[in-house]
């Protein structure tokens, strides 16, 4: 069997369910791993630097969302591979890959400089304080370098969208483990605090970065070629136009947190401060575990996509949206049943915080399956290149509903309203985009039977 028909049996041929779980789990396991290993690295700075630690790492949270957001930015590479694959045309999604990691290579750059020169005065602008600044400035001294590597190995989903979710995964949980054993010998072992978390993770994201950009080198299906790593304007563009959405929501996403921190902070202190660190790395959990299940339905959407097969993929779609609902039903359900052990995790022996945390904490999560749902169709919208639908969705979250509401709702219930404030975002908005979803996959059903009429005539 020749690698194009291998790819053509994974997307196409196999049954819904079977083809989801075969790349979803994968993906899923990946990045869950992934997540585990941030717990760690929290769990770890939490026994050295307590809740001054935990308030240092809420700061520095928003920091690396912006990191992240760039990243996201060149999730566009893999999903117009993905299609170009789908159509058969191997030469093109080969140019793509190439002068993608030349881009993406170039901002990380230019990046990494912007943020060396101007990190004090980005964390004040976080709200680092005399208290935390020192840590805050301690941990980013080596994520701020670790930002090229970072985005060469986010093209780690480009291996799931060209058939191998399994070594994707195997990339993942790689760094996961590597970065926790570093962590336990940097922190535990030779005391090098906060710090060594940071260089804990340079390392293991270096070695992986450089494992994946191997791979590509050495890839029968998909190869990275140096003659096709140069400017393209035109891939750039659509790179950028897929990307966009997944740009603007983490963009929106650090906002969200910075103005969380600050009316957290104004209404409750540092104690509200130390628990929004604890609280956003228990959400970033739940949302992580999403994200990895729909990069891998992604891939399966974007690839039947461009093969035409419109059916498939709103089978994918509706089957995605119930594995997604269900699972992370379970997640919330256990993070709310057993909040006081979450909370406590993170930090030694401080009772006010572990109380603050865990009252704060059902507040915030009660409704985070409608998060999960939201995030699964907006998935479909990045997937077929609606770009436009899926930012506009991003925005209404987050600028229409989320920072409104926390302003004022806060206003009326302190605290309190500042955790409400999500609830009540997640529900709006997974109502809305569920509707519309739902319009957009019944156009390309008519669509679609409507070109197969015209062919036939």
């Known amino acids: 069997m020749s690698r194009t028909e291998g790819i053509e049996k994974s997307f196409e041929k196999n049954g819904t369910v079977g083809t989801i779980l075969k790349f979803s789990i994968p993906s899923s396991v990946g990045t869950v791993v992934g997540m585990l290993c941030v717990l760690t690295d929290r769990y770890f700075i939490g026994q050295v630097a307590g809740r001054a630690g935990m308030s240092a790492v809420a700061i520095v949270f928003p920091y690396a969302m912006i990191i992240n957001s760039i990243n996201f930015l060149f999730a566009g590479i893999a999903i117009n591979v993905g299609i170009k694959l789908g159509e058969k045309k191997k030469e093109t999604a080969e140019k793509i890959l190439g002068s993608g990691f030349f881009w993406l290579t170039l901002i990380g750059g230019i990046l990494t400089i912007f943020l060396a020169v101007f990190n004090r005065e980005i964390l004040v602008g976080f709200g680092a304080t005399g208290e935390n600044m020192g840590y805050a400035l301690e941990y980013t001294r080596f994520i701020i370098p670790v930002v090229i590597f970072q985005m060469i190995l986010g093209q780690s989903t480009v291996i799931r969208g060209i058939g191998d979710p ?3 995964m195997g990339v993942n949980i790689f760094t996961a483990l590597l970065n926790v054993v570093l962590d336990y ?6 005391n090098m605090g906060i710090g060594g978390a940071s260089l804990a993770t340079f390392i293991a994201t270096v070695l992986s970065a450089l494992y994946v950009v191997i791979y590509f080198l050495k890839s029968e299906t998909l190869r990275l070629k140096f003659s096709h790593m140069k400017p393209n304007l035109f891939i750039l563009k659509d790179i950028i136009k897929i990307g966009s959405p997944r740009f603007y929501n983490q963009l929106l996403q650090s906002l969200l947190v910075i103005v969380t921190n600050r009316k957290a902070g104004m209404y409750g202190g540092d104690i509200a401060t130390a628990a929004i660190g604890i609280i956003s790395i228990v959400r970033n959990f739940i949302n992580t575990s999403m994200m990895g299940f729909n990069q891998g339905t992604a891939a399966i959407i974007s690839y039947n996509y461009g093969a035409g097969k419109v059916s498939r993929v709103k089978e994918v779609v509706k ?5 997604v609902a269900t699972i992370s039903t379970i997640l919330v359900l256990t993070m709310l049943l057993f909040t006081d052990f979450y909370s406590g995790f993170f930090v030694k ?3 006010e915080l572990i109380k603050f945390t865990s009252e704060a904490m059902r507040l915030n999560l009660f409704m985070m399956t409608f998060t999960a749902i939201f995030l699964s169709c907006n998935n479909f919208f990045q997937a077929i290149k609606d770009s436009g639908t899926a ?3 991003f925005i209404l979250r987050i600028l229409g509903l989320n920072i409104p509401l ?21 529900t709006v908005s997974a109502f809305l985009i569920i509707g519309y979803t739902k319009v957009k996959l019944t156009e390309l059903v008519k669509e679609k039977k409507t070109e197969d009429r015209g062919e036939n005539l």
Do not use: C, E, M
Request: hydrophobic fraction near 60%; charge should be positive; charged fraction near 15%.
């Open 391 to 393: 930012s506009k969705f």
């Open 319 to 323: 089957v995605q949206i119930k594995i």
């Open 406 to 426: 926390i302003y004022l709702l806060s206003y009326f219930f302190g605290a309190k309203g500042v955790w409400l404030a999500f609830p009540v975002a997640d």
């Open 185 to 190: 010998l940097f922190i535990i072992k030779w």
């Open 349 to 351: 022996d401080d009772v």
């Open 166 to 168: 399994v070594t994707a």
